[in-house]
């Protein structure tokens, strides 16, 4: 009888047992403000509130700075995590090691998404330190700001209290204080050097001293300008965006850094003659009602963990938690859009292609899937409606991201039509951001697709300005170079023609025009000049019997051990030269360089039936 009573008794307790483990389990919930999406594990009340900070920290850096970015092009999403282990979880591979930084909050941003990873239980004496911390990464981020001043800024406002009616802005930090009385100050010298791939950055121990240190040095600037009426800050940051080394422009600004060191050490000593700045915040317009929570399911939240995952660097376990997502829910859309980025990440461009191409056919309003699965098809070379259709979907549905502006402009200098249109495109997406190098050279592309030299070289030297990378400063001396010498042979070229059409009026007289007409005849190109149509072709082999006549004809074989195609442009000037798994040494110059050359070659059919067709690209290949 005792088991008979035994079997359902356990037999309860474990079912008992299970209902708790998953009623116990983290619920996730979205809360919705007029400019951030919040996703939490933390409940109603938490999630609300931490979206009201945001709404309200917002408010303050557009009152205090008109111009900061506080509503960028991209989305952005905050997850709040409970705690330390939920933010494991997700941090970057470079901080899950031992001994580094134990972090409070995170801030990833890209050219698609800005994201905000915050702990909600991080023990600080402004409770959402780390939700300010990480918002003026966002608000305040500036290409080219110099690692100590950015980590400094965000240290200085992630000590504030914001209240219903106003605001404390920098308030003294006790724990950097303590910390940097306990421990020796890094030399300014290094300060300003430390980037992010320094131990002051990562490590533990380092990484304290680096940012409380920037704390330090960016609060005594900060009031020192205010008392003065100086803004030494901002000359600083000017003479580093212009290239000049960070230390000579601390000495430039700041005057002697070891006078200056003196003065730092001497004011952290000082923490009670330290002070913040007030606000008042009453006619903030924060509005409660425009709160909107929404329960996420749990294939929900795993696909929007699983999209910080690969944003962050975690392609691994991004795969493997949307593997999960999408066996519970197959039909979810953003798991097939961030499945299309991991795949993109690790390579497998085809791949990503199919799944943007599912996670549209799941949702034709993802801006990004749209954007990436043309951005991939024309990286493949298509050039078909459907990829102007997608790029133009892009825009459409973010009228303020700047890739889909450039890709599509890039779309139209493949097909080598609609150069004007392209141009402004180009220039929309300059304008939308300036510092990005590649969107200037793109646009010194079209200009000289269109013969636009001067300009071209315009746009260039203004690229050359904001050239940060040693990378990025060659490619754009290399192409200023390829433009001026391209430029020099249209010259030549032209001078060429008035000469010979000189020569041609002197020798026409009576009984010699005919003569001259037949000449000038047999110097026109043989074969007709059509604007790139109809499907494209691809031929890949050695070229072989290159011709080059007058006044800028070429004629070619594409030969591979299966066919020879017979192809020919009027205007080899107007190829798109290009090297696929090679740097050549200089400029192409395909009269000489291409007899013998292993390449593919891009063309179309034309009218005329004696050539296979117009070339309109040639990729060599090593």
Not at 146 to 160: D, M, R, V
Request: net charge negative.
């Amino acid at each position: 009888m005792s088991r008979k009573v035994v079997l359902p008794v356990l037999l309860s307790l474990l079912l008992s047992a299970h209902a708790w483990a998953r009623d116990n389990a983290p619920a996730w919930i979205e809360v919705r403000s007029p400019h951030f999406s919040v996703v939490t594990d933390a409940g109603d009340k938490q999630g609300r509130h931490i979206a009201d900070q945001f709404e309200r920290m917002r408010w303050v850096f557009q009152t205090l700075f008109p111009r900061a970015n506080v509503d960028p092009a991209s989305p952005i999403i905050v997850i709040a995590v409970k705690n330390q282990r939920g933010l494991q979880a997700l941090e970057p591979e470079a901080y899950r090691a031992k001994g580094q930084v134990n972090l409070a909050g995170l801030f990833q941003r890209t050219n698609d998404k800005n994201f905000i990873l915050v702990r909600l239980d991080a023990q600080e004496e402004h409770p959402f330190a780390a939700v300010y911390h990480e918002y003026t990464h966002l608000a305040l981020g500036i290409d080219g700001m110099p690692l100590w001043l950015n980590e400094g800024l965000a240290e200085f406002f992630q000590n504030t209290d914001i209240r219903d009616k106003d605001v404390l802005l920098g308030q003294v930090s006790p724990d950097n204080v303590a910390y940097l009385l306990q421990h020796r100050l890094i030399p300014l010298p290094v300060l300003f050097q430390v980037d992010a791939n320094s131990p002051y950055y990562h490590e533990e121990e380092k990484g304290s001293v680096f940012y409380a240190e920037s704390w330090a040095l960016t609060h005594y600037l900060e009031f020192t300008d205010y008392n003065q009426h100086t803004n030494r800050i901002g000359a600083y940051l000017h003479l580093v965006q212009q290239q000049v080394d960070p230390i000579t422009a601390a000495e430039q600004t700041f005057g002697d850094l070891k006078k200056l060191q003196a003065t730092l050490q001497d004011y952290i000593a000082r923490p009670r003659d330290m002070r913040y700045f007030h606000m008042n915040s009453a006619g903030a317009p924060i509005d409660p009602n425009t709160l909107a929570v929404t329960p996420l399911t749990t294939p929900q939240a795993d696909a929007i963990r699983a999209d910080f995952l690969a944003y962050s660097g975690r392609s691994d376990d991004a795969r493997t938690l949307l593997d999960a997502v999408l066996k519970a829910d197959p039909n979810n859309a953003q798991a097939h859009e961030t499945m299309g980025y991991v795949e993109f990440r690790t390579g497998h461009r085809m791949e990503a292609k199919k799944w943007y191409a599912q996670a549209i056919a799941l949702d034709p309003k993802s801006c990004l899937a749209q954007y990436y699965f043309g951005w991939l098809s024309l990286v493949d070379g298509a050039t078909g409606p459907d990829v102007e259709a997608s790029l133009r979907k892009a825009i459409d549905l973010n009228p303020r991201f700047a890739p889909a502006y450039d890709s599509l402009a890039s779309l139209y200098g493949r097909r080598h039509e609609k150069l004007d249109e392209a141009h402004m495109l180009n220039l929309q997406a300059v304008q939308l951001q300036p510092g990005n190098v590649n969107y200037r050279l793109d646009t010194a592309n079209i200009l000289m697709e269109m013969e636009h030299y001067d300009e071209s070289l315009q746009v260039l030297r203004a690229a050359a300005a904001i050239a940060r990378t040693p990378l990025e400063i060659d490619v754009v001396q290399r192409v200023i170079r390829q433009v001026q010498q391209q430029e020099a042979e249209m010259e030549a070229e032209k001078r060429r023609q008035e000469a010979q059409t000189a020569v041609v009026a002197q020798a026409t007289g009576p009984g010699q025009a005919a003569d001259s007409e037949a000449n000038m005849a047999r110097a026109l190109p043989q074969h007709p000049t059509e604007t790139p149509h109809g499907q494209m072709h691809v031929v890949r082999g050695v070229i072989r019997g290159v011709t080059c006549s007058y006044p800028s004809v070429i004629q070619l074989r594409v030969e591979n051990q299966t066919k020879k195609v017979s192809l020919y442009n009027n205007n080899y000037y107007k190829v798109d030269y290009s090297a696929a798994n090679f740097t050549p040494k200089g400029d192409v110059h395909p009269c000489e360089d291409l007899e013998g050359a292993k390449a593919e070659v891009e063309y179309f059919r034309t009218a005329d039936k004696t050539m296979d067709g117009q070339i309109v690209g040639i990729m060599m290949i090593k």
